[in-house]
C-alpha cells in the first residue's frame, strides 16, 4: 500500500463518515462540518487519483469537491 493509497482511502472514509452522520440527521448538509468533510474527502481522494489515474473517478471527485466549495464559499459570504 502507498502512500497515496491511504491518502485515497482517508479521504473516503471521511466521505463516508460525513455521508453517514448526514443520513442519520446529525449533521446539517448546508452547514460547514458537512461541507468540509466533502471538500476534503473528495480533495483527498483526487491526490490519489493524481498517482493512479482513473478518468471516471477524476471527473465524479472533482464534482463532489466543486459543489461543496461552492457551499462553503455561500457560507462565507453570507457571513
Known amino acids: 500500500m502507498t502512500i497515496y493509497d491511504v491518502i485515497g482511502l482517508s479521504g473516503t472514509l471521511v466521505m463516508l463518515v460525513?455521508?453517514?452522520l448526514t443520513v442519520l440527521g446529525k449533521i446539517d448538509p448546508q452547514r460547514a462540518p458537512a461541507l468540509a468533510g466533502n471538500f476534503f474527502?473528495?480533495?483527498?481522494v483526487l491526490i490519489s487519483l493524481s498517482h493512479?489515474?482513473?478518468l471516471s473517478a477524476a471527473v465524479i471527485e472533482s464534482a463532489w469537491a466543486l459543489i461543496a466549495a461552492i457551499g462553503l464559499i455561500r457560507l462565507a459570504l453570507k457571513r
Request: proline letters at 0%; zero cysteines.
Open 52 to 54: 493512479d489515474f482513473n
Open 18 to 20: 460525513t455521508y453517514g
Open 41 to 44: 474527502g473528495a480533495g483527498a
